[in-house]
């Protein structure tokens, strides 16, 4: 979900969350097969939290974009912009597989008012960001694409509020000791050693570790992929007895 003063959907793709998707084939014996499921992400995170609601992809594609902001861009919506050309480069990397699969893709931005912060390319600027990050509160702006078996693209923008802690010294050398920041947007995860310096989270929780399981499964949804039905098994899309 997204937080009290952001919108909860944005454009970027044609359509809407809320409307029809293809209902599926039926394999044998009538039972439901779901279209396959490609991840446009190699992050663990992200497939975990697949797993979370029941969803295995079919494929992990992940999309090599670049990924820089453009001039005067604000971080939600790079984040919406990168996660529908994660989907597009992912589909477009599949070739002719595309046919009859859903693609989903996700960016997380977390974002120090007008700042968005990256991954960081060392301690010395992961230290710069966790100390932007320190005594105040921050929104984590998360991007939604979904492209559907019909090449039908749909889009939402998800944002949290996260408020740390005002931080130590002692703090800041034992987090980046650690390594934990390596690879991570904003350079902490929440879902580690950096929850002991979070008091406070308002919205989707999985949106900051790196996507919004609620607003996927509305989005899979719409694109022929029920999680109701989620036991269906990858590739064949048998339903388990």
Same mark, same amino acid.
């Given at each position: 979900?997204?937080?009290?003063?952001?919108?909860?959907?944005?454009? *970027?793709? &044609?359509?809407?969350? *809320?409307?029809? *998707?293809?209902?599926? =084939?039926?394999?044998?014996?009538?039972? @439901?097969?779901?279209?396959?499921?490609?991840?446009?992400?190699? #992050?663990?995170?992200? !497939? $975990?939290? !697949?797993?979370?609601?029941?969803?295995?992809?079919?494929?992990?594609?992940?999309? $090599?974009?670049?990924?820089?902001?453009?001039?005067?861009?604000?971080?939600?919506?790079?984040?919406?912009?990168?996660?529908?050309?994660?989907?597009?480069?992912?589909?477009?990397?599949?070739?002719?597989?595309? =046919?009859?699969?859903?693609?989903?893709?996700? $960016?997380?931005?977390?974002?120090?008012?007008?700042?968005?912060?990256?991954?960081?390319?060392?301690?010395?600027?992961?230290?710069? @960001?966790? %100390?932007?990050?320190?005594?105040?509160?921050?929104?984590?702006?998360? *991007?939604?694409?979904?492209?559907?078996? $019909?090449?039908?693209?749909?889009?939402? !923008?998800? &944002?949290?509020?996260v408020g740390f802690k005002r931080l130590s010294e002692a %703090?800041?050398?034992?987090?980046?000791? #650690?390594?934990?920041?390596?690879g991570k947007a904003g350079g902490y995860a929440i879902q580690?050693?950096?929850?002991?310096?979070?008091?406070?989270?308002?919205? #989707?929780?999985?949106?900051?570790?790196?996507?919004? !399981?609620?607003?996927?499964?509305?989005?899979?949804?719409?694109?022929?992929?029920?999680?109701?039905?989620?036991?269906? #098994?990858?590739?064949?899309?048998?339903?388990?007895?």
């Open positions: 979900m997204s937080a009290p003063d952001e919108a909860a959907a944005a454009g *970027g793709c &044609t359509g809407g969350a *809320g409307d029809g *998707g293809p209902a599926g =084939d039926h394999g044998p014996g009538g039972r @439901f097969a779901r279209p396959r499921l490609v991840l446009a992400s190699a #992050s663990p995170r992200r !497939l $975990d939290l !697949l797993k979370q609601i029941g969803l295995v992809p079919d494929l992990v594609q992940a999309a $090599d974009i670049d990924e820089t902001p453009l001039k005067d861009e604000a971080p939600r919506a790079l984040a919406l912009r990168l996660a529908i050309a994660k989907a597009m480069a992912a589909r477009e990397a599949l070739g002719p597989a595309a =046919d009859g699969a859903v693609v989903l893709a996700a $960016d997380t931005v977390v974002a120090a008012g007008r700042r968005a912060l990256g991954k960081p390319q060392d301690a010395a600027e992961a230290r710069r @960001f966790l %100390e932007l990050l320190s005594g105040r509160r921050h929104r984590v702006h998360g *991007g939604l694409c979904v492209i559907d078996a $019909d090449g039908r693209a749909r889009s939402r !923008l998800v &944002t949290t509020q %703090e800041f050398r034992a987090y980046l000791a #650690s390594g934990e920041w390596a580690g050693r950096a929850a002991a310096f979070i008091p406070f989270v308002s919205g #989707s929780y999985p949106n900051v570790v790196g996507l919004p !399981l609620v607003e996927t499964a509305v989005l899979l949804a719409a694109s022929g992929i029920d999680i109701t039905a989620a036991d269906a #098994s990858p590739m064949t899309g048998e339903a388990t007895p």
